[in-house]
């Protein structure tokens, strides 16, 4: 039954947390047009070839690309908070 429960939770958790990623990198993307996440230094040092030739106008080219990633929750501890009578 617990198991069950911790299951929903970091389902419910995964979901929360890629709506939010969701939300901010549209807003830095569409409206702020601005790599304010620094997706640039791992461009930079990953892709070097690329980045010389994206780098100067590189907060036009950051607001066109999808950005994908991966969400995952496991809780591994879990307690309840009270206050003694």
Known sequence: MQTEVL???EKSL???IRSLVDQALRKIQKEYK???????DQLRIQYP????????D????FSEPK???????DII?????????
């Open 7 to 9: 299951k929903k939770a």
């Open 14 to 16: 995964q979901n929360e």
């Open 34 to 40: 601005a790599d304010v996440a620094g997706f640039n």
């Open 49 to 56: 070839k690329v980045w010389q030739k994206v780098k100067k």
């Open 58 to 61: 590189w907060d036009k080219r």
């Open 67 to 73: 950005v994908n990633y991966s969400v995952k929750v």
């Open 77 to 85: 501890d879990y307690g309840t908070k009270g206050s003694k009578k």
